[in-house]
């Protein structure tokens, strides 16, 4: 019999970016009654993630705005070089803002409003109960967001160099990772591009 695991599992929001493909702030665009970062905050909320970690960097002033407007509580980390630094270095801010009892975070996309809350869920009980400590999202045999990181995995996380990338990461992780397949395409979506957001309006 599998016994469910009770730990506190973050989210880091990575919503850093300067949005320069999307020619305005992608964070702060209307999406569904509310703006991109909202409804993904809004998700995460509803599946229950806490604490929600909220790195920002571009267009800082609009975006600390539209958090003000949310019902939970989000804390914010600060990415000062967002222009010049990649997701890891965001990634890193984020998990210097882990409260201590916090056991396992979600790396989310900032650019991914479609996310659905039943694909979270599904995440985190295969955490709670699988024993797996780095869990990715697959479907149709690619690998999508939000990924799953367990404390276990943070220095290896932390300790990566200047020049590497999360996909470095992975590399040298790939025989510890559980992929847990969905049946769901959200999973790879995102919004880089004007056209990319029309087409995830219309989704």
């Known amino acids: 019999m599998m016994i469910e695991k009770i730990s506190r599992v973050a989210a880091i929001v990575l919503a850093a970016g300067a949005s320069r493909r999307m020619g305005r702030s992608k964070m702060t665009l209307p999406f569904r009654g509310k703006t991109v970062l909202g409804t993904i905050l809004t998700t995460l909320n509803q599946a229950e993630v806490d604490p929600l970690i909220v790195v920002i960097g571009g267009a800082k002033e609009k975006v600390e705005a539209a ?3 949310l019902p939970m509580n989000v804390i914010r ?9 990649e997701m890891l270095d965001s990634l890193k801010i984020g998990i210097e803002a882990l409260p201590a009892d916090v056991e396992a975070f979600l ?8 996310m659905q809350p039943g ?14 400590e780095l869990i990715i999202p697959s479907y149709e045999m690619r690998r999508g967001h939000p990924w799953l990181v367990g404390k276990a995995f943070w220095p290896a996380l932390t300790s990566l160099s200047d020049d590497q990338t999360m996909r470095d990461f992975l590399r040298l992780q790939q025989d510890r990772i559980h ?11 995102d919004m880089d591009t004007p056209e990319d957001y029309q087409s995830a309006l219309k989704d």
Request: glycine share 6%.
């Open 77 to 85: 980390a600060y990415n000062p070089e967002f222009e010049h630094t």
């Open 67 to 69: 958090l003000a407007e």
């Open 119 to 132: 694909t979270v869920k599904a995440i985190l009980a295969e955490y709670r109960t699988g024993g797996h």
């Open 179 to 189: 992929y847990l397949v969905v049946d769901t395409p959200s999973i790879l979506q």
């Open 107 to 114: 790396i989310v996309l900032g650019d991914q409003p479609q």
